[in-house]
DNA sequence: CTGTATTTTCAGGAAGTTCTGAAAATTGGA
DNA sequence: TCCAATTTTCAGAACTTCCTGAAAATACAG
């Protein structure tokens, strides 16, 4: 591996950190590898950087373009294609969650959907249906809230993890400021269930 | 594989699910014969039902037992080990989100911190150090709004992810409250910024 | 066109992982 | 203590994924 310290134990862990997810080491450290470059690299930069052959940085490069990972740039009267990754981190974070949505939630989703729909032919499957019910739901909540938050701007965004729990706080207060003495004791829930129709 | 046919659907998705994640296919299936079964099973009735050998069930359960992930039970007079999930999907889901915590990020938050305190060798490096940095400071982000929100009862987690960004209007409305008039334009970034000590 | 620079594809070998059956270890009752 | 039930371990077979070099495809300047 032909790269200055600080790079190359970052590429290393990375590409560690890949292999535990579905992405293979490789391709984590070919990520790595130009999430920290200074310019765009063409795929000879990688394979000398990485010391791998120029059929698995050019295998690398088509995974990480089919997940939306990288940015292309042509370079006047050169030929080669050169890669970076997005200069903004969230855009890269986005852009993964995003595609990890897509390809292991949603089908997810559709799958409990469906057997969720099917009559149960048995009491085991009854009761399966049950908990796939429940998972269904958190599922839901879960997507529901990313894909709200997801339309924030990264400003925004920010503002509102820094916040985390305080968030309910406020609600608290929100409540009190505008529950009339004598009327109901808090709407927290009514808000809570309000769809983004404002 | 001897389920019934909703179930078998389920368990054959998860183990699935399970081997793009770094968990593999027979583990993901163990983990959904026991999230769906109406009561604890022992080890044999996991072969049974998946119809794969003993030992790789005996591995299987040990792994999922390193992820926290199992509830075990005697039975009186039976010496045999009964294991289910646990019943409330919520819990499920922070244990794992936990334990891929501490084995994942948290690791990688230690290798960040020690590559930013080196001193640079070169201007790679240098340029290295600054991506490096800016990830450092995203990871921290979400994983302090992920520390932080973890310590709400489901009851107000689920009240603040079905908000989603609507927080963010409750808090303008704050601010209009709030803010004397002449005053200062606004303080969502001070509140976002105070840390939980109240 | 032709020739050169570059990228992509792919068969097959290397490396890694998962699974099994057999054997060893553990457990608790008699 | 011994024994039978149960669980765990582990060497190697079976399977999967990954990587390479060689060949094919592509792209474009002259």
Redesign the pocket.
């Known amino acids: 591996m032909n790269l200055p310290p600080i790079c190359e134990a970052f590429v290393l862990h990375f590409g560690e950190m890949g292999s535990r997810w579905g992405i ?3 391709v984590g450290q070919i990520y790595a590898v130009l999430f920290v470059a200074e310019r765009p690299l ?3 930069e990688v394979v000398e950087r990485l010391g ?5 940085v ?2 690398g ?2 995974e990480l373009q089919s997940w939306n990972l990288l940015r292309q740039r042509q370079i006047q009267g ?4 050169f890669f970076t990754t997005p200069d903004d981190i969230y855009a890269i974070v986005r852009t993964l969650v995003d595609e990890r949505k897509k390809r292991e939630i949603d089908p997810t989703l559709s799958v409990l959907r469906e057997l969720l729909m099917q009559t149960p032919g048995s009491d085991e499957d009854k009761h399966a249906q049950a908990r796939l019910r429940e998972m269904h739901e958190l599922i839901e909540l879960l997507t529901n809230w990313y894909a709200d938050v997801q339309k924030l701007e990264t400003e925004r965004l920010i503002q509102l993890l820094s916040l985390g729990s305080k968030v309910v706080k406020v609600l608290e207060l929100k409540d009190r400021l505008f529950t009339l003495p004598g009327g109901k004791a808090g709407n927290l829930g009514r808000v809570a269930n309000q769809n983004s129709n404002d």
């Open positions: 293979n080491r490789t063409c795929a000879d791998i052959s120029r059929s698995n050019s295998m490069l088509k050169d030929r080669r294609e």
